[in-house]
């Protein structure tokens, strides 16, 4: 028998956003519970999980880490299953007992278990926005035919979607455009000449957010918000033109819709990742979500910059890919993404420069034509490509 309360999967359960889901899932004993965790390598945290919320399955990435945890299960008397690889992922993404999915994996990894639970109709709650812009419209023709319910989590899109009208048919006829704002990262007032000196301790040092180091490293070349945009574009079915990025330092207004009328509806908040995660958990009912409330008092400051000065554009050169990419050939937004990948890994690991992230995501779109994906399959074998071209073009900048 069919537990009432909502049984959840959280992929990526050790990261920022799955332990602030936890938090949140925490906070309401009587409404959610704890179905399925997923993790890549942090074997002694999602044995902590695993011990606090009791789920029927643990899934790590490679088989040396889900053998580790399978036996320190055993050893601390759980009961949870402990499974191991893609496949198995994709099998807690879709499993029948589950209602909701976290999909919280960073990355192009995180695609097909999206897809999976797309299938399946689950309530899928987007924080990987890879996957929609690897996905596309293969990803969108998926939740629709599987009749899942997708609700954003990335702070901008939940913040779009808590502004529109509550009707999608309503959408096209009413929004004039939608404004997804920005932080502007570490290195909004940085001079842009200086920016080759940049350490990766420095790039992710978010000034606003607390986040893992491949997303911190997106915020401080704006290179997330290009992939918000594209995001944005299939999310909520706007042309490109409809979206305007602005840089909003105090990360206090997520995200806005402006109306054919002019008005602006906008959606507010501190910035802490529970207050979306409570409402995609909750909608379209609103729940507590432990985030601090705002002091209005304090609110004195909000200011705002345009992203289109020269100056920005030479500190934050990657933006603009969003609007190319999203008026190029089908699958040309799945090259951008696995470029920007690898060059951020790349960076990490000091092998290049951080000034060279955007080199290495212009040559290797320009070096890769991508066939309109169709399937699965399709977008895997571009990714696989984009990555091979991604790798010549930061071993020959190395040379």
């Not at 028998?1 to 909502?6: A, N």
């Amino acid at each position: 028998m069919k537990s009432e309360k909502s049984r959840i999967v959280v992929l990526g359960s050790t990261g920022s956003i799955g332990v602030n889901t936890l938090d949140v899932i925490e906070r309401h004993p009587d409404r959610f519970e704890v179905f399925a965790l997923t993790a890549s390598t942090s074997v002694d945290s999602m044995l902590t999980q695993c011990a606090r919320h009791q789920p029927a399955f643990a899934v790590m990435a490679s088989e040396a880490h889900g053998l580790q945890l399978e036996t320190q299960c055993r050893d601390a008397g759980l009961l949870t299953r402990v499974l191991w690889g893609a496949q198995a992922i994709e099998m807690v993404a879709g499993h029948e007992q589950a209602d909701m999915v976290m999909a919280a994996i960073v990355g192009a990894a995180g695609l097909a278990p999206c897809l999976a639970a797309a299938r399946t109709g689950k309530r899928l709650l987007l924080a990987n926005k890879e996957a929609l812009v690897v996905g596309g419209q293969l990803f969108m023709d998926t939740v629709a035919a599987g009749g899942a319910t997708l609700l954003p989590i990335d702070s901008e899109h939940s913040a779009v979607f808590q502004s529109l009208p509550q009707d999608p048919k309503d959408w096209s006829s009413r929004i004039d455009k939608i404004i997804l704002t920005a932080s502007g990262g570490p290195f909004r007032t940085r001079d842009p000449l200086t920016l080759r000196d940049v350490t990766p301790e420095q790039a992710c040092a978010h000034p606003n957010w607390v986040m893992g180091r491949k997303i911190s490293v997106d915020s401080a070349t704006m290179m997330n918000k290009a992939l918000e945009v594209i995001e944005a574009r299939f999310l909520f079915g706007v042309k490109p033109e409809q979206i305007q990025v602005v840089i909003h330092p105090q990360s206090v207004i997520h995200s806005m819709v402006q109306y054919v009328d002019n008005s602006v509806v906008a959606q507010l908040g501190t910035p802490d990742m529970r207050g979306p995660i409570a409402y995609g958990l909750s909608w379209p009912e609103r729940i507590t979500s432990g985030a601090t409330p705002l002091n209005f008092a304090n609110m004195a400051g909000l200011t705002f910059e345009e992203i289109g000065s020269e100056e920005h554009r030479r500190r934050f050169p990657g933006i603009d890919l969003a609007w190319a990419t999203l008026k190029a050939p089908a699958g040309t937004t799945a090259v951008l993404n696995a470029a920007n990948e690898m060059a951020v890994a790349a960076f990490l690991d000091r092998r290049i420069r951080y000034d060279q992230i955007h080199h290495v995501n212009l040559e290797t779109l320009g070096a890769v034509v991508p066939q309109a994906p169709n399937s699965l399959d399709d977008l895997l074998s571009l990714d696989r490509l984009s990555r091979d071209i991604a790798e010549e073009v930061i071993v020959r900048m190395r040379g």
